[in-house]
Structure formats: C-alpha cells, structure tokens
C-alpha cells in the first residue's frame, strides 16, 4: 500500500479512496482564470469578425441594389432610344414634346428611373437624330446613381455624368437648337 505524508489512503471494500480536501490552489484559480480569459478573447474576436462580415454584405447589397438601379434605368433610356428611332423613321422627326413621346410609347412607366421618388426623365424636343451625336435627348434631372444622373445621347449611347456634367452638356445641347 502507499504512504503518503499528505493522505491517509484507506482500503474500503478494494477500492482505494483519499479524503476529501476543500478549497483550491491559487495556481488552480489562475489556470481557470486563464482558460476562461482565453474563451472570451476568442468570443469577442469572432464577434468582431462576424460584424464586419454583416457590414461588409450589407454594404455590398446596398451597392448591388444601386447598380441594379442603373441598369434598370439604362435599359428604360436604351428602350426609349428604340422607340425615338421607329418614331424618327416612320414621321421624319423627334417628337415635338415630352407629352408626345409618352403619347407615342402609350405608358409612362418607362419614363423614370426605378429609384424611390426619383422624377420623370428630361427631354429636349427640337433635334433630329442627325443632330450631333453628343447632344442630350433624354436625362435624369436629380443624381439618382451615387450622384451621377443617366443621360441619352443623340448618338443612342447611354452614360452616367455628374450634375455639373450634365448642365454643360445640357447647354452645349440647346446651343446646337
């Protein structure tokens, strides 16, 4: 059997049993300690991670939602484009007015960018589509897409400018009238 100067080990029934002591260490209390700091340090960092990833795809839906807008309303400019060259074919000119044009397409629903309260698109009567090619036909009049405003060319190409962009192209534009 073994000795010891600490504990009185007792023979019961073969089994070997030890008395029970109360209490702990400060080197146990420490470790515990430890354990538990590291578990929490770990909690947190995965915490933190977890919430630039939900910042980071909210960021990135908000951008998705922002160019789906774009395309959606360079599609409506690209469709009224279409509809402006049948039009010129079949009568020899552009429509006369803005009420003309939507007379023409037969719905207004093409007429605005799909972006919440964003108004009814410009147009500027009075030109052909042998007018310059960088003449403004169709436009956003409020920056809608980050600032930016779509605009229609004469030309049929569709880009975005910015509103100081846009009022010297618009000048330019009535210039050539």
Same mark, same amino acid.
Do not use: W
């Given at each position: 059997m073994l000795k010891s100067k600490k504990y009185k080990m007792f023979r019961n029934q073969n089994k070997i049993t030890f008395p029970k002591r109360s209490g702990g260490t400060i080197v146990n209390i420490?470790?515990?300690?430890?354990?538990?700091?590291?578990?929490? &340090?770990?909690? !947190?960092?995965? !915490?933190?991670?977890?919430?630039?990833?939900?910042?980071? *795809?909210?960021?990135? !839906?908000?951008?998705?939602?922002?160019? &789906?807008? @774009?395309?959606?309303?360079t599609s409506n400019m690209n469709q009224i484009f279409q509809i402006l060259q049948m039009y010129?074919?079949?009568?020899?000119?552009?429509?006369a007015? *803005?009420? &003309?044009?939507?007379?023409?397409?037969?719905?207004?629903?093409?007429?605005h960018c799909s972006e919440s309260d964003s108004p009814n698109y410009s147009y500027i009567?009075?030109?052909?589509?042998?007018?310059?090619?960088?003449?403004?036909?169709? *436009?956003?009049?409020?920056?809608?897409?980050? @600032? !930016?405003?779509?605009v229609l060319?004469?030309?049929g190409k569709v880009e975005m400018l910015t509103p100081e962009e846009l009022q010297a192209a618009i000048q330019q534009t009535e210039s050539h009238l």
């Open positions: 420490l470790v515990v300690g430890i354990i538990i700091f590291l578990i929490g &340090a770990g909690i !947190m960092s995965l !915490m933190k991670q977890t919430g630039e990833t939900v910042e980071e *795809y909210g960021e990135g !839906m908000i951008n998705t939602t922002n160019k &789906a807008s @774009g395309i959606v309303c010129s074919i079949s009568e020899g000119e552009l429509p007015s *803005y009420e &003309a044009l939507v007379n023409e397409v037969g719905t207004s629903g093409v007429f009567p009075g030109q052909t589509l042998s007018s310059p090619p960088d003449n403004i036909l169709l *436009y956003e009049s409020v920056p809608v897409h980050n @600032g !930016m405003c779509n060319r004469v030309s």
